[in-house]
């Protein structure tokens, strides 16, 4: 039998989002004094940095009459709506009430579980982060030149482009890549892995939650990190990062160059694939055999957690 039937990935209307972690915005835009609003998950939150330098996300709705909190102003470190001036902490419990009334045990917004890795900050959708931030394989982030970058807003759902990870067929046919296959690819609750073995290079990727796809290349012996995510703005809009990386040499001039060069090589391979992607309409289809490793990624997005974002 040459055929494989499989149950397309979960793109419907209802409130809920996959439970992983998203990239919120680049860790560069978050200063000591910043309080910005990102729209994600349908909903809203506000992005800042506490005493300590640690990014916080929290719900950017007050719960006293749900102004928006990234329009209000960071005072003495806490956050003070610009309607009443009530002033939440980096834990989300009210402060202060200007007109001396008792604070109400409910007068709190909700805190993410938020990380910062791979130059972004993340949110987890979820009152505990159920698995840990995305990893790039065979990287430490501290021995590494690396970079964020913004990709913009696109259409296409997530998971259909983050099966791009899962797709080797498209490697050779779209992207003109001379790679081969995995024999097997590890799917586990949370993430998928394989690791391909070629002439002249190795490729380990992962795919962590239902954002991310993140691999590790060894051309001729040089190592290229990267990283894809993106993270749902609503129903039909994502907003979408990547990050390059390479190891550092301490030859700043030379680290420059490889991360240009490494850049250069993804934007490519972005140019190539988004104009595919985004004029997709993604259905049910059938699938041949050498798509087995994408039709076990369909069905780990098919089984994977979804919950209504907790700070709706």
């Not at 494989?4 to 209802?14: A, E, N, Q, Y």
């Not at 040089?222 to 993270?231: P, Q």
């Not at 609503?234 to 030379?254: E, K, S």
Request: net charge negative.
């Amino acid at each position: 039998m040459d055929t494989l039937s499989v149950t397309p990935t979960r793109i419907d209307s209802d409130d809920t989002y996959y439970q992983c972690w998203f990239p919120v915005c680049l860790a560069s835009e978050v200063g000591a004094d910043t309080l910005a609003g990102v729209d994600m998950l349908g909903t809203r939150v506000i992005v800042y940095r506490d005493a300590s330098g640690k990014a916080v996300v929290q719900s950017a709705w007050c719960p006293h009459l749900g102004a928006d909190l990234s329009k209000g102003t960071r005072v003495e470190g806490q956050v003070r709506c610009p309607y009443h001036h009530w002033r939440f902490d980096s834990a989300g419990a009210c402060s202060h009430i200007p007109t001396g009334d008792r604070i109400p045990a409910a007068a709190r917004i909700f805190t993410y579980p938020s990380a910062e890795a791979w130059g972004l900050i993340w949110l987890f959708n979820g009152t505990t982060a159920a698995f840990d931030v995305p990893r790039i394989p065979g990287a430490v982030e501290a021995e590494l030149a690396c970079e964020a970058h913004l990709r913009g807003i696109r259409t296409s759902p997530g998971e259909v482009a983050l099966s791009n990870g899962a797709d080797f067929q498209h490697l050779r046919t779209l992207h003109g890549l001379q790679t081969t296959s995995p024999e097997e690819i590890a799917v586990r609750d949370h993430e998928i892995e394989f690791r391909v073995q070629g002439v002249g290079y190795t490729q380990h990727g992962v795919i962590s939650g239902v954002s991310t796809f993140a691999q590790h290349l060894t051309p001729g012996g040089s190592e290229l990190f990267m990283l894809f995510c993106g993270a749902p703005i609503d129903r039909g809009h994502r907003r979408m990062f990547f990050t390059v990386g390479v190891p550092r040499t301490g030859d700043a001039p030379a680290d420059r160059l490889a991360l240009d060069n490494l850049r250069g090589f993804v934007e490519r391979l972005i140019s190539e694939d988004e104009p595919v992607l985004e004029s997709m309409r993604f259905r049910r289809g059938t699938l041949v055999a050498s798509d087995r490793h994408l039709a076990s990624y369909f069905r780990y997005v098919s089984d994977f957690p979804r919950a209504v974002p907790p700070g709706v």
